[in-house]
């Protein structure tokens, strides 16, 4: 199994040069927020991923596709109400 410091460092190189925040509690769920290069503020926040279902590359790489595609859809809404997120103080929430 892959190390949640390692599993970060994945997620957030994904979207550089972009800002991303990743981290894991103790319970193994892990956050991810991600930040406009225009304003600094949070973009969006997804939060309860369960690390143990991210085991291999693909798990990984489908769950970088669909917060880029929820980051998409919210900025392209310009509401934030992105189909899987929620709004949650200035970000989204995976719902």
Do not use: N
């Amino acid at each position: 199994m892959i190390s949640s410091l390692e599993l970060c460092q994945i997620v957030e190189s994904a979207f550089l040069p972009a800002r991303c925040k990743c981290s894991v509690d103790s319970a193994g769920l892990m956050s991810v927020q991600l930040y406009s290069g225009r304003t600094g503020h949070a973009d969006l926040l997804a939060t309860g991923i369960a690390t143990s279902t991210l085991t291999t590359s693909r798990a990984i790489a489908s769950l970088i596709s669909d917060l880029k595609a929820g980051l998409q859809v919210s900025s392209a809404s310009g509401d934030g109400a992105a189909d899987g997120y929620r709004k949650a103080g200035g970000a989204r929430s995976r719902a």
